[in-house]
């Protein structure tokens, strides 16, 4: 079956609620500008750069939201998003409490409806990752449950249809764009835990029975009918900045290869063949080409020239976990030292956050984002549009440093609250006349050169707590 | 408001794949307290001009910036950098060349290229790259396997094997590793070089092998640059082996103590008597430890 021309049939009998603001078929009558278009193949795929946005971005928001926040996990240092798959064995602790606090008959689709939404917000969550000092987010727009936040042409297995009965992903998109402050990207996992579809149909884990699985339309080919139709769905309605994809491991019966060269092809085609044409970028999941590293629950030691993300949680799951407790989540010093750290090394941190299914998020959630969003409001400018030094950073003192570049600055990001004398190493950037100064605070510092080091005078109040950004003017000719 | 996040104007010219740098080292194997030369070239492939252009040339840590100004689109500009090689350097050693540049008002980049020689280890201790013991109160700090399972620090002691002992086995006198547990106390034998002098007739290792049989070709390196190959096929650390010189009643595996016996092994290789050393190849078993393949570990080694 040829997709493309699916996609066009899907683009033309579009789209109730659709958020379109580079229309395709407008965008391709302008293309054929400077660049030649992309081919679906991974050579050509290669050739896509890394947006600028994306790289002076550094960081953004992961958010992991569906059906799987209404169970919300089955204890502590569980990853929720994955109770569907864990409660489908018997060995799983989720296997037992489910039946034991649901009963064996109470299916995992029959929390759909428990999925209201409610309270949810796109703008107070835009507002929320502006005021973290996020440049762009990722929102789940269908997670390895198959349920997607929008409504689906291919399936009915969506929010349009059941449970909250909205396109989550296009008010957020929407919200995003009138707002113009945050980047909209979207998570999509291209397999999925169970699918009649994939040959895992979806059953009562206690009885072994088959069961429907909610809004499931039958398709011949998971992939060409279903799961690349969604992709350009996604592409073609609401024009992300970002696609993030995942599950790329659960293939379907006989593990054909994914086709992701065709919609990766069209989207960056149709980002680029516009009046104004955007940079848009892609993960490491789609089993071919793509523009960044993903580095899960992990960070990249060392400096690394390809651009890389760490996606991270700040408990133990993605999705919503009602048994976490406070003790459980990385402390805003953490976040923000990983921060320095990972954009120190040409990285970008995508912190996540998991909203509960009235679509609230949490308070320790909207607490951690507030703090680095306080302390980017002060130090920003060693971070955003920064590029790593020729060396990342210092260790073994007794706090930890990071360096960054910026237009006419040399940064060097102190993990922690140093008093007395910084010192460190008399090979940065540093003439007799170069001024120093603490992002936060007034005056120029006092530093001088003794014993192979440089000296700098720390003030007595620092601006944070959690780390000191002393910049040095540094013009580069 | 923030002054300094992304303006959110969309400038296509700025996205561009790196602009390459080229990196050469001379020679490519340089020596210790001996000269060596990179020479980089940056080239700007991109539609704009880089402007406050850096390019660094650094040896390890350390290196030199040279200010190169505006780059314009199509330009390429050299740099060389002429520096000693430290007299007690040893092991791997990246050259990195590294140029950053302005793209924009907000917004600064860099493009990177690396290099790293491998230069002989002046001691088997400077070649310790793997972490195999830990004590009974600590487990993860070491990981011989890859699968986060040690050697007990407590059960090694009780076998006279405290850090820094002397032992002797089969006649021959080793130096257990003077180490902590979790640091670095093992070399997994990949082919690098140590270097060696005096003379001798016999050069005898102690370590064992995980992940199964650790065996491979090393050579012996005179003074006068003749070299001695040899073979080893050190057994599986697993269980209490005949052959073994040492046999500990337990070791430690991620979930905790397992109370399975484990061998360390004393292997080597008759050397031309009286010879003058230069070096040791190691045998190239494996890198780095990982669950499934073999790795061959030495703890200590003796010319006598």
Not at chain 1, 189 to 212: C, D, H, W
Not at chain 2, 161 to 181: I, S
Not at chain 2, 264 to 283: I, N, Y
Request: glycine share 10%.
């Amino acid at each position: 079956m040829n997709v493309s021309r699916r996609r066009f049939l899907t683009t033309a009998t579009a789209l109730g609620s659709a958020v379109l603001l580079a229309p395709p078929g407008a965008a391709r009558a302008i293309s054929g500008g400077s660049t030649p278009d992309y081919a679906p193949t991974k050579a050509s795929l290669d050739t896509h750069p890394v947006p600028r946005w994306y790289k002076d971005a550094k960081f953004g928001i992961f958010v992991h939201w569906g059906v799987y926040s209404v169970p919300a996990g089955s204890g502590r240092q569980m990853a929720s998003e994955w109770y569907l798959w864990y409660q489908s064995f018997e060995t799983e602790p989720t296997w037992k409490y489910h039946r034991d606090t649901y009963g064996q008959d109470f299916l995992y689709d029959d929390f759909i409806p428990r999925f209201t939404a409610e309270h949810y917000d796109p703008d107070a969550w835009v507002r929320l990752f502006e005021q973290a000092g996020a440049e762009y987010f990722a929102l789940t727009s269908k997670h390895h449950d198959g349920f997607a936040l929008w409504p689906s042409e291919v399936t009915d297995r969506h929010a349009g249809k059941y449970g909250p009965k909205r396109d989550l992903v296009g008010e957020l998109m929407t919200a995003a764009r009138r707002r113009g402050t945050v980047r909209p990207g979207l998570y999509y996992s291209l397999g999925e835990f169970f699918n009649p579809a994939i040959g895992r149909p979806m059953k009562n884990f206690y009885t072994g029975a088959q069961v429907p699985m909610t809004g499931y339309r039958p398709v011949d080919d998971y992939s060409g009918d279903y799961e690349l139709q969604q992709l350009y769905e996604l592409v073609d309605r609401y024009d992300p900045e970002l696609l993030w994809a995942d599950g790329q491991w659960f293939r379907p019966a006989g593990e054909p290869p994914w086709r992701s060269e065709e919609p990766l092809a069209h989207y960056y085609n149709q980002a680029k063949n516009r009046p104004r044409p955007k940079g848009v970028v892609v993960n490491d999941r789609f089993d071919t080409h793509y523009d960044f590293a993903t580095y899960e629950q992990r960070t990249n030691p060392t400096m690394d020239p390809q651009k890389w993300e760490c996606c991270i949680t700040m408990g133990y799951s993605w999705g919503y976990n009602r048994f976490e407790v406070e003790e459980d989540y990385k402390t805003s010093e953490f976040l923000v030292h990983l921060l320095a750290d990972v954009t120190s090394k040409n990285g970008n941190l995508l912190l996540n956050i998991g909203p509960k299914p009235d679509g609230t998020i949490p308070d320790v959630m909207q607490r951690r984002l507030r703090d680095i969003g306080a302390w980017l409001k002060v130090n920003g400018a060693a971070i955003y549009g920064s590029t790593p030094w020729v060396r990342a950073e210092e260790e073994g003192g007794a706090h930890g440093i990071r360096y960054t570049v910026s237009p006419g600055k040399f940064n060097i990001i102190v993990l922690g609250a140093p008093s007395g004398t910084l010192s460190v190493p008399a090979d940065i950037p540093l003439s007799a006349t170069s001024r120093i100064r603490l992002l936060g605070h007034d005056r120029p510092l006092k530093w001088a050169r003794s014993d192979g080091k440089v000296h700098i005078s720390v003030p007595g109040t620092l601006p944070s707590e959690l780390a000191n950004t002393f910049t040095v003017d540094w013009e580069r000719r | 408001m923030n002054t300094h996040r992304t303006e959110h104007t969309d400038r296509p010219e700025e996205d561009f794949l790196p602009p390459p740098v080229s990196l050469t080292v001379t020679p490519p194997v340089p020596e210790p307290g001996k000269a060596v030369t990179l020479t980089a070239t940056l080239t700007n492939t991109t539609r704009i001009a880089l402007r406050a252009t850096v390019l660094y040339l650094a040896v390890g840590g350390t290196g030199t910036g040279a200010g190169l100004g505006t780059l314009a689109p199509g330009r390429s500009v050299t740099r060389t950098w002429r520096t000693r090689i430290a007299d007690d350097a040893e092991g791997r050693i990246v050259c990195t060349a590294h140029a950053l540049f302005d793209v924009h008002r907000h917004g600064s980049d860099c493009t990177r290229a690396t290099s790293s020689v491998l230069l002989p280890y002046r001691s088997l201790r400077g070649a310790f790259d793997n972490a195999g013991i830990a004590s009974d109160d600590a487990l993860t700090v070491a990981d011989i396997d890859g699968s986060k399972s040690s050697l007990s620090a407590e059960a090694l002691a009780s076998a006279g094997l405290a850090p820094g002992a002397e032992v002797t086995y089969g006649g021959v006198p080793f130096t257990w590793p003077d180490m902590r547990p979790g640091s670095k106390d093992n070399a997994v034998a990949a082919g690098q070089t140590v270097r060696l002098s005096g003379s001798g007739s016999r050069l005898s290792f102690l370590g064992t092998s995980t992940w199964g049989e650790g065996r491979g070709d090393g050579k012996v390196v005179y003074a006068d640059g003749t070299e001695q190959p040899f073979s080893v096929a050190v057994p599986d650390w697993y269980g209490a082996n005949a052959s073994a010189a040492v046999v500990l009643p337990y070791r430690h595996i991620a979930a905790g103590r397992d109370d399975s016996p484990v061998s360390l092994f004393t292997f080597g290789v008759d050397l031309v008597a009286g010879k003058e050393l230069r070096s040791l190849v190691l045998p190239k078993v494996g890198d780095a430890p990982q669950s499934g393949v073999p790795a061959l570990h030495i703890f200590a080694m003796t010319v006598n």
